[in-house]
């Protein structure tokens, strides 16, 4: 079989001293962390589109890098291209993919066409988890970037459109559990509008939670036991996306009913579009136990628009991983790395420094989650600032055993609160301390 990484070696675990660029400085899989090797933490995941498929294409230029493997073909250049994805992961030791059904097989001139080569491709790449024991992490559907879709799929305008994009998630859902993924995502792409003139957003709304539910009956129908996932985000390449931010998905998904089997696909770069920081994301999730999965990447503050680069700021790594160790862990889900390198940077071999960047960032991040757990000044002082809440007032307040009424009585006798220091430099030093003591 061709390599088509030659220069990429099986890339293994060195410690921070090492100046070999291939090489693990953080991400050991096997090291110990709060109970639990680090793979198991981390369960990174490699995405099929912007690692395989992505040519560095950008509004302004065509593609820099070559992704053809060698063939002219389109099915043999699929079976290309899940041949070197395949050789990349076993290399750098990633346990888990991620696919849109348009990444692992070409769309035909027809839906039969497109469906027979996705099942072509299933198959074949079926053999090559079995030979190498990577894993499938979830699958999705690419209902976005044919011209059918560009008044949307599940929100089109057009029942057809609609019509078509149920019949390629049934099959996306058929492959899903056919390679044994344990997560299925709704990543709403052109679900929105760019102007509310000539939209019914009452009747796309409530279309695109009746494609939900037709996609939860057949899954579960079919015997998956896995997650459903939507995956929020503001806007691009719609003006206004209705998966706006997890708040509002939340509330999408109660008014709908879909609470129970849907969980979040939370993008870095994603909640910073929204405004958020990456932290708000996970941490709104967590409390409201819909936290599911990870698109790992970062944006560039600079821009207003999804850069999907690779995560290598320390700080959101660590407050990322503070926020899924306090989650209990990934269940079904995991870190994939919805990242690709720029568009200059178009070696075969710059896509192993990316990741080996990345994962080395969320290793250590990881790590510092961890240690800010297990030192436990944080948690400490949000105890304490919270303590009011535990006795008197506080807990009448919290057990729901007051009226506005005894609270106007308990002002009254008591004056004017006694207010504390939020400390937040204080805390900024702390974090500091943990991440570079």
């Known amino acids: 079989m061709a390599s088509y990484f030659p220069t990429v070696p099986t890339v293994k675990y060195e410690g921070s001293k090492s100046k070999n660029p291939m090489a693990f400085k953080f991400y050991n899989p096997d090291q110990i962390i709060m109970g639990k ?46 041949d070197a994805g395949f050789e990349f992961m076993q290399k750098l030791g990633i346990e888990y993919f991620c696919f849109h059904d348009l990444d692992i097989a070409p769309e035909g001139a027809t839906f039969e066409e497109t469906r027979a080569n996705l099942l072509e491709m299933v198959e074949y790449i079926d053999g090559l988890m079995k030979k190498t024991g990577i894993k499938l992490l979830w699958g999705t559907a690419n209902c976005f970037g044919n011209p059918r879709y560009m008044h949307g799929a599940g929100t089109s305008c057009n029942a057809d459109s609609f019509a078509y994009a149920a019949s390629q998630i049934k099959n996306a859902i058929d492959a899903t559990i056919r390679l044994g993924g344990k997560g299925y995502v709704f990543w709403g792409g052109r679900e929105g509008y760019e102007t509310l003139l000539n939209t019914d957003m009452g009747l796309e709304l409530d279309n695109m939670a009746r494609l939900m539910k037709l996609a939860v009956a057949y899954g579960r129908s079919k015997g998956f036991t896995g997650d459903f996932y939507i995956e929020p985000k503001p806007k691009e390449p719609t003006k206004h996306q209705y998966d706006f931010d997890t708040a509002t998905v ?5 008014k709908y009913g879909l609470d129970k089997d849907f969980k979040m696909n939370i993008e870095a770069n994603h909640a910073t579009l929204a405004m ?9 999730a967590r409390i409201n136990g819909v936290f599911g999965s990870i698109d790992a990447n970062q944006g560039d503050y600079l821009l207003g628009w999804d850069t999907d680069q690779f995560p290598t700021n320390v700080y959101d790594t660590t407050l990322c991983m503070y ?7 990934f269940t079904n889900g995991g870190l994939n790395f919805d990242a690709k390198v720029r568009r200059g ?13 990345g994962m080395d960032a969320f290793a250590l991040g990881l790590i510092k989650a961890a240690a800010a757990i297990e030192d436990g000044r ?3 002082f949000v105890e304490n600032r919270y303590a009011s809440y535990k006795t008197g007032i506080g807990k009448d307040i919290v057990d729901g055993k007051v009226t506005l009424e005894q609270l106007e009585a308990y002002t009254l006798k008591n004056g004017e609160p006694k207010m504390e220091s939020g400390k937040q430099e204080y805390l900024e030093s702390v974090l500091n301390e943990i991440i570079f003591g």
């Not at 958020?276 to 709104?284: D, K, Y």
């Not at 926020?323 to 862990?329: I, P």
């Open 323 to 329: 926020e899924v160790l306090k989650a209990g862990g």
């Open 250 to 254: 939340i509330g999408f998904l109660r």
């Open 37 to 82: 090797p680090m793979k198991e933490h981390l369960k990174f995941a490699m995405s099929y589109w912007h690692t395989l498929c992505a040519g560095g294409r950008d509004p302004f230029g065509v593609e820099t890098m070559g992704r053809t493997y060698g063939q002219t073909d389109p099915m043999a250049q699929a079976k290309a291209k899940a």
């Open 345 to 357: 940077s178009f070696t075969f071999e710059d896509i192993a420094l990316a990741y080996i960047s």
């Open 276 to 284: 958020h920081t990456f932290q708000h994301e996970l941490r709104t």
């Open 378 to 380: 944080l948690d400490k």
